[in-house]
């Protein structure tokens, strides 16, 4: 099952973060599939804890970029960056605490995450860029 | 070489633990030589370029323009001229005591070799800065040094005529020789400038100005010195006498005595030995490197966060080279990395919630692992029990962090507390496997590896990437940043801390109300009361501004004995030509080509000179002077200054200038009466009939022919 689907509009046009964003979109479904039905506490934790540590990696880079670029409004751009991995952490520790991990509701947050973030945040950069 | 660094530190230590105590850790003076350092350089230049506008460069009005600035404009000419001599002098102590430091904390071995070798042509800088300075007042110092300098320099040997002639007798003086050294005075701070800004071009965030109460500090205790003791000139200098008794600056002119008991070229040696010496100083014996941190490409999407932080300048982020999207990585140069790990503690790959594969950072020292650290971490974590666990990730500088370990306390070591990323810190707390994280580190401020401290603070703070994620309670995350020998402080902070835990646990788990500020959480050790600080800061401003004042004039310096003279031979003359000039026959004209054509053939090549000089009838003097030039067809020069009793004396000179084996070409004998603190010259002058005692100004000296 394909957790999040690429789209066209999500491209921002700077490779390497196009190309990140793909291969996040890349990484958490095949991740997802990899996890298959079985899921032990400890799978589910590993496939959160790589996303975390991607998408860590991929803001750092995205943010660098923005201040490359001079965006106007990183600080709040940063903000939502922030505000995605603290609510994936929050989905760690509640998993780790035992909740079980609901694949529809995770699918759709990550979906939420994704195409909010884009959507919203990245667009604007988008513009900011073709200005 | 370990044990004199050992045993230094130790001093070091104990010192700094003090001072600590009264100024606070960032204020502490001995870890901010460096910068105080910089800090004098600048009072040094206003102050220089103020006295500057006043001074009048002619070496007959020099002396006189200084004295009337200190006298009529005391309040700011006098202050700025005092301000420049006593700055430059507390430069000189800082700069000898930060070298000390640096020596004695082993920061100049390894990849540190190079502010510590760039600094000591600053050395040789400062000095000659110093000792140009000194040299422009004009007064007796200024004549001492300027006398004994080009003796000094005369004793190299590069110059054809002694320069130190220039300054032999009031007669002869050079003012043009004086205006060199005041180009020579601008020019050679503007070059140090330029050799400062080398010396610190490794160190990324490089810190040249001191904490603010510091340098208000600084300037008010120095600007306290110049009032009370304002800098003056000695009496206006008079090349026709020497001066007794001199107050020398031992900052600056401490070896000229010296001169006095060796020769100017072993002084030389001894110097230049001394500069290789600590040079060669980062290498004896050299450091044994740890292996230096190392990029993992399949990790690093190049997003600069270890550039950012590296306090060596050691990453640089270089184009793709694995032909992925990406536009740049970070590249480790390994002549610089120190292996502090800072950079990995930057890695937002870093994170030890990765299960999936092998947990590997996109930047890595190959000592320690992030793996390796995230199974330390799990394997400590199991072992603690009891109602407040905690877990210290302590330094390879720190207070002896391990001697902590307990049943309730774990101690994970790494090369430099910036290394931890804060994801560790997320995973102990959070996940429970201990109750608080305890970081401890060097005396704050003084990181060994510059600025491991400021960095961990900023990660807590929420200012600086990686940061820690906002949803972990701060009060279960603590510092302790302590001078090493300070065990003591930093248990006192464990307990607290601990004390601290235990209160949280007790309010019932209770979710913790959000703190005030995001910042770390810290003990209260126990301070001095604020009287007791700032008459100690006090106290030290006084100590130090002190010792500068002081050893700025004295002790004094006997130059000459009370009742003594000085007596000095010195002249240049062209020996006879080796063989003569001769006029070409008539013969060797005509076959000669006619623009080849001269009258007379000339051999290049004189005889040496060779000079007597008898001091009532006893010989004080005996040389040979070969001619100068590379030919051995210029001048010989002769140069030198005896002190003799004063009183009434029989000269005796001869000089041969043909290469004969005996007889002299020139002979005189005078008898002369020396007054105590005559400078008298013994020149000698071919055209003028030959030797020369004395100028005629000098006729208290009673001179009459010897029989």
Redesign the interface.
């Known amino acids: 099952m394909t957790l999040v689907k690429w789209q066209a509009n999500f491209r921002i046009g700077i490779?390497?973060v196009?190309?990140?964003h793909q291969d996040l979109i890349n990484l958490i479904n095949s991740?997802h599939d990899a996890l298959g039905e079985e899921r032990s506490g400890?799978r589910v934790?590993?496939?959160?804890?790589?996303i975390?540590?991607?998408i860590?990696?991929?803001?750092?880079?995205e943010?660098?970029v923005m201040r490359d670029r001079h965006y106007d409004v990183l600080a709040e751009h940063k903000a939502d960056h922030?505000r995605l991995?603290?609510e994936l952490?929050?989905l760690?520790?509640a998993q780790?605490e035992g909740a079980v991990l609901d694949d529809k509701r995770f699918a759709a947050q990550l979906a939420q995450w994704f195409t909010g973030h884009f959507q919203t945040h990245d667009a604007r950069f988008h513009r900011h860029l073709t200005r | 070489m370990d044990a004199l660094k050992r045993g230094l530190r130790a001093v070091f230590l104990r010192i700094e633990a003090a001072l600590e105590a009264v100024f606070g850790a960032r204020h502490n003076p001995l870890t901010q030589l460096g910068t105080l350092g910089w800090f004098l350089f600048w009072i040094v230049t206003v102050s220089g370029i103020y006295v500057y506008i006043f001074f009048d460069t002619g070496v007959t009005q020099a002396w006189e323009s200084l004295d009337r600035l200190s006298r009529e404009q005391w309040y700011l000419g006098g202050l700025m001229r005092s301000l420049h001599r006593y700055a430059s002098d507390a430069l000189v102590l800082v700069v000898l005591v930060h070298a000390l430091r640096e020596f004695a904390m082993d920061r100049m071995r390894g990849n540190r070799w190079f502010p510590w070798v760039t600094g000591i042509p600053l050395l040789w800088f400062l000095y000659a800065c110093g000792i140009t300075g000194y040299w422009l007042v004009w007064d007796q110092l200024a004549q001492y040094v300027a006398v004994a300098t080009t003796e000094w320099l005369d004793s190299i040997g590069i110059f054809a005529e002694p320069i130190a002639r220039n300054f032999l007798d009031s007669e002869r003086l050079s003012g043009r020789f004086f205006t060199l050294i005041i180009y020579m005075h601008i020019a050679l701070p503007l070059l140090m400038l330029l050799a400062m800004w080398i010396h610190i071009q490794r160190h990324a965030h490089a810190r040249v100005n001191p904490p603010r109460t510091l340098a208000v500090g600084t300037l008010g205790a120095l600007v306290a010195l110049s009032f009370a003791w304002p800098a003056m000139s000695q009496a206006p200098a008079d090349l026709d006498r020497a001066p007794f008794s001199l107050g020398l600056d031992w900052f600056y002119l401490a070896v000229y005595p010296l001169l006095e008991r060796m020769h100017g070229s072993t002084l030389w040696l001894l110097l230049i030995g001394g500069s290789v010496l600590l040079t060669l100083l980062p290498w004896l014996p050299p450091l044994k490197k740890a292996p230096v941190a190392k990029v993992d490409l399949a990790?690093c999407?190049?997003?600069?966060?270890c550039f950012a932080d590296c306090p060596f300048g050691a990453i640089t982020m270089i184009g793709r080279t694995d032909g992925?999207?990406?536009?740049q990585e970070a590249s480790v140069d390994p002549d610089m990395c120190m292996s502090c790990g800072i950079c990995v503690g930057a890695?937002?790959?870093a994170?030890p919630?990765?299960?999936?594969g092998h947990l590997s950072a996109?930047i890595e020292l190959p000592d320690r692992s992030m793996s390796g650290l995230r199974e330390e971490v799990a394997a400590a974590a199991a072992r603690l029990s009891g109602d407040a666990r905690v877990i210290v990730f302590g330094c390879s500088h720190d207070a002896d962090s391990d001697r902590l370990a307990d049943a309730s306390t774990a101690v994970v070591r790494l090369p430099c507390v910036g290394m931890l990323p804060p994801?560790f810190i997320?995973l102990v707390v959070?996940?429970h496997q201990a109750d608080g994280v305890l970081l401890s580190g060097c005396a704050g401020h003084d990181c060994f590896e510059r600025l491991g401290d400021q960095w961990t603070e900023q990660r807590i703070a929420n200012e600086r990437?990686?940061n820690l994620?906002?949803?972990v309670p701060r009060d279960r995350v603590a510092v302790a940043w302590n001078n090493p020998i300070r065990h003591g402080a930093l248990r006192e902070t464990l307990t607290q801390f601990r004390a601290h835990l235990r209160g949280l646990a007790a309010a019932g788990g209770a979710k913790p109300a959000p703190a005030a500020s995001p910042a770390a959480w810290r003990a209260r050790l126990r301070e001095l009361p604020v009287a007791a600080r700032y008459t100690g800061q006090g106290l030290v401003y006084a100590l130090v501004v002190g010792f500068v004042g002081f050893f700025a004039t004295q002790p004094a310096y006997t130059y000459l004995a009370e009742d003594h003279a000085l007596l000095k031979l010195s002249f240049s003359h062209a020996g006879q030509p080796l063989k003569p000039c001769r006029r070409y026959t008539h013969e060797e004209l005509t076959n000669t080509k006619f623009s080849e054509r001269s009258a007379t053939s000339c051999e290049r090549g004189r005889w040496p000179v060779y000079v007597e000089l008898d001091l009532n009838g006893e010989p004080i003097y005996r040389a040979t002077h070969d001619p100068a030039g590379l030919w051995n067809d210029g001048p010989s020069a002769v140069y030198a200054r005896f002190e003799v009793p004063a009183g009434r004396h029989r000269l005796d000179a001869r000089l041969r200038d043909n290469g004969a084996d005996q007889g002299f070409t020139f002979t005189a004998s005078r008898m002369v009466e020396l007054q105590p603190g005559t400078n008298f010259v013994v020149d000698f002058r071919a055209t003028d009939g030959g030797f020369a005692f004395g100028l005629p100004a000098q006729d208290t000296a009673r001179q009459e022919e010897a029989p």
Not at chain 1, 45 to 50: K, N, P, S
Not at chain 1, 56 to 61: G, K, P, R, W, Y
Not at chain 2, 324 to 327: C, K, N, Q, T
Not at chain 2, 353 to 356: D, L, M, S
């Open positions: 490779e390497e196009d190309h990140e991740l400890e934790e590993a496939f959160l804890g790589e975390l540590a991607d860590s990696s991929h803001f750092a880079l943010e660098k922030e991995l603290d952490r929050d760690m520790d780790a | 990790n999407n190049g997003c600069r966060r992925l999207a990406y536009e890695c937002p790959t994170t919630f990765r299960r999936v996109g994801p997320d959070m996940r990437d990686p994620r906002a949803r």
